[in-house]
């Protein structure tokens, strides 16, 4: 297939996004592109989901095909952990390709890094000690571009799963796999000594500026539109919208509290002295949060969630 999505498939007016079919970006996925305002027909088959509201498709795969779904042109956008997809970028390149596809924006789930870890009897001062050692990964062009920087000449053995059981086994010394709660490691007797990449979930696209240069026909507005959505829900999701009432001489006590708040909205009361006030609040909302603003003067406090913004 060719390797520009311009001409690999011809042209089509739906977009079509890949995502994983089951694992643990499938969900949030899900839901972030619904909080976007799309929704689907579910298929029989649960592999293909037509788009209803709007014409973006679904494509349910196993992750590790959307980097390569992206290129072929079979699918428009993809998301997937940055984890994978730079893996197969530097894969490719190595091989000879040129960049096939970008990261276009990072959506905030899927959080976890890519570490090195070594047995933890071993006094680790430097990466130095990697040296003619044999590392498990199933991250090996990451790995390989990495010991290459840093001048290492170590072995790379190369597993696609339980991966942190190998030094037991005796086929590696140690370990470089993805590590969240750092249970697994701890399991295995292992301890992170280095951080290769910090990794979170991201919509994957073609290589471009922007959408124009890869689509000319619907689908780059389609793209665009979910793009400027997508941005509204992201800069939105951890924010909380309070409301409450205070008298006027509480409003001094009570704006220092509300650092990460856009310009409150101060509204009269009807028939009193008391004032109404409504904040977009940008950090975190927290009972302590609501406590002070009680022992400042707020009553009737309300904290209601955004689900999204259109600047
Ligand atoms: N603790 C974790 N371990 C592994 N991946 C994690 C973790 N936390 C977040 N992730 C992210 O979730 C992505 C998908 O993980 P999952 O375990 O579902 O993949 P998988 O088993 O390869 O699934 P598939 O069946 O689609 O191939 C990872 O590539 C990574 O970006
Ligand atoms: O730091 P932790 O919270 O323990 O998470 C890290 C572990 O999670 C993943 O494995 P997963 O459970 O997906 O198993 P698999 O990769 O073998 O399918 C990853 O490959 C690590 O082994
Ligand atoms: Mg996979």
Sequence with gaps: MSMNPKSGNGARDRLRIAIQKSGRLAEPARALLNACGLSWRESRDRLFCYGESLPVDLLLVRDDDIPGLIRDGV??????????????????????????????RALGFGGCRLALAVPEGWAWQSPAQL?????????????????????????????????????????????????????????????????LLESEAVLAGPAAENFGQLWDDARGELAELLLRRLDGVLRMRHSK????????????????????????????????????????????????????????????LLVLPVEGMLA
């Design 75 to 104: 699918c428009d956008l993809g998301v997937v952990g940055r984890n994978v997809l730079l893996e197969q970028d530097i894969a490719l390149r190595s091989e000879g390709g040129t960049t096939a596809f970008r990261e276009w």
């Design 241 to 300: 919208l309070l409301m409450f009432q205070a008298s006027r001489e509480a409003i001094p006590s009570l704006l220092p509290l509300l650092p990460d708040a856009e310009a409150p909205t101060v509204m009269q009361v009807d028939g009193g002295d008391a004032l109404a006030l409504q904040a977009l609040c940008h950090g975190a909302v927290t009972w302590q949060r609501l406590e002070e603003l009680k022992r400042a003067g707020a009553r009737g």
């Design 131 to 195: 040296g003619s050692t044999r590392i498990a990964t199933s991250y090996p062009a990451i790995l390989r571009q990495w010991l290459d920087g840093q001048g290492i000449a170590a072995e790379v053995v190369e597993l696609s799963g339980s991966v942190e059981i190998a030094p037991r086994l005796g086929q590696a010394d140690a370990i470089c796999d993805l590590v969240s709660s750092g249970a697994t490691l701890a399991a295995n007797q292992l301890k992170p000594v280095m951080t």
